[in-house]
């Protein structure tokens, strides 16, 4: 992946001040590739755990996973310049037998757009035809750059991994984070009952907007969900960890699943193992997703399932867009137009 012509990088860790524009010169895809002229592109936490220097990463390097564009020249026959894509945020090598058996996400060359290469948050980028998808016709550019990652993790770890079904419950945790929105509209796309926590009065405001049934403050929401549900729900979806695992655990009703993307809370979190094996509870972790999931989230899109954009920010004012992500004051994604 090649970032070219004005963008944010990645340059000191010292959080959003540290990514700044800079200009990257311009050169044509090789085969194979496409040039990829950049509409929007949308942030997520990895882009604020990189500013920050909490992923390792040495710098520089040109943030963000999310990009929609125009193709303007391509290294392969499936696309040519005009074409509006959008573009698959698993990094891959495309050849070993996990992603031949259509399992990109257990390559070892495994990585995410924007964290393992430089990323979308830039005018022109130069990506594998294999990660070019075409545009969801009805979504807006700045829709179209809010759903990949999120949308493509939430659609993994509901359809996937834990399974949810039409006739069954689930519990988003901490709503306002881009991936749990995702969770929250995949959820009520599948047909299911939908709970969601926040500590924020307005959080729970909107994602009661959105389809949720009820939504709980942070603080003990067992006791609500187990109030408000015969015997628990049947999925509960995770992404802050320590925090919340114990009460996630606690809502669970007989055979349920945990399903996890990530611990934002912190890296260690302690389980009280009856619950997990007296309730016959699963607890499944999960990480991105594979081609082919994103080729299902796609059709779902083009049958109504859509992203929540919240703010949109000029590339030019990509510390201001992180620095609202770092408040944690957003609901749904905050999207960069170029
Ligand atoms: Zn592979």
Redesign the pocket.
Known sequence: MLSQGRAAVFEEPIGPAGVRIRERPRTRPSQGAVAVAVRAASINHLDLWLAHGAQRITPPRVIAADGVGIVHESGDPAWKPGDEVVIFPTL?????E??RAGE?VR???FGVLGEHSDGTACELIHVDARNVFRKPAGLTWEEAAAFPLTFLTAWRMLNTRAQLRADETVLVIGAGAGVAVAAIQIAKHIGARVFVTSRSEAKRARALELGAEAAFDSAGFSKAVRAATTDGVDVVFEHVGPATLDESMRSLAMGGRIVTCGSTSGVKAEITMPRLFFRHASLLGSTMGNASEFEALLKAIDRGLRPVVDSVYPLDEVQAALTRLDAAEQFGKVVLTI
Do not use: F, K
């Open positions: 891959c090598d495309w050849e070993c996990w992603c990109n390559c070892p060359h």
